[in-house]
């Protein structure tokens, strides 16, 4: 992946967030105080402005994008997101470009600090039950040799799919484990924005070919 196509995954997940930006503040009404999209939309409009900086290298523009978010999305979701970024900006190349495996790895530094941070497991209806699953996918696509367009175009799919599912889950982490049996019967939100990431990471990465 190259500085340009990084950017190009902010500039669309900005896109798309700010498309959604009602719908998550939707879900997050049902099981939360009704600003996940506003928050997230505010925190992308500032992180696209550290992508249109001239050209610093991968860990720069991540490391700056990390400081927009941490700077503008607030509650839990700015931390996670913020703090994630800075584990990523840490694991991937200065250069301007990286291997496959390196964006891997660095992606792996990530979904580590959310688990860190949150201590959310798989099924405990949080932003984990998207990335926990697409970082195996995606390690083992790139093992295998698998090139990183096709494995994000897989995820996408499964990541809209694994959001959807926490819909019949019980929240057990964040302020919707307060609501018990009753947080069930919603998509979490940041599960859902989550998806939306590995779609823009998908979007991006098939202008490469085309
Ligand atoms: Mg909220």
Request: proline fraction near 6%; aromatic fraction near 6%.
């Given at each position: 992946m190259d500085e340009a196509e990084f950017c190009r995954l902010w500039?669309?997940?900005?896109?798309?967030?700010?498309?959604?930006k009602e719908y998550l503040n939707?879900?997050?009404?049902?099981?939360?105080?009704a600003d996940h999209g506003t928050n997230m939309a505010r925190g992308m409009e500032k992180a696209v402005a550290a992508c249109d900086q001239p050209e610093g290298g991968l860990r720069v523009t991540a490391k700056a994008i990390a400081m927009a978010m941490l700077s503008t999305v607030g509650g839990a979701s700015g931390a996670l997101w913020g703090s994630g970024l800075l584990k990523f900006a840490a694991a991937?190349?200065?250069?301007?470009?990286?291997?496959?495996?390196?964006?891997?790895?660095a992606v792996d530094a990530f979904v580590s600090s959310i688990r860190d941070r949150g201590k959310a497991n798989l099924g405990d209806k949080?932003?984990?039950d998207v990335?926990?699953?697409?970082?195996?996918r995606l390690i083992a696509g790139v093992e295998a040799g698998e090139a990183l367009?096709?494995?994000?175009?897989?995820l996408a799919e499964a990541t809209a799919a694994w959001a959807l599912e926490t819909k019949d889950l019980i929240a057990l982490k964040g302020r919707a484990a307060y609501l018990g049996e009753r947080s069930r019967g919603h998509v979490d939100p940041g599960a859902f924005s989550s998806s939306l990431w590995f779609l823009s990471l998908s979007r991006a990465l098939a202008e490469r070919s085309g």
């Open positions: 500039h669309l997940f900005q896109e798309v967030i700010d498309g959604n939707s879900l997050d009404a049902a099981i939360g105080d991937i190349p200065e250069a301007v470009a990286c291997s496959d495996r390196e964006f891997a790895g949080t932003m984990v990335f926990l699953p697409a970082r195996d367009p096709a494995i994000a175009e897989v």
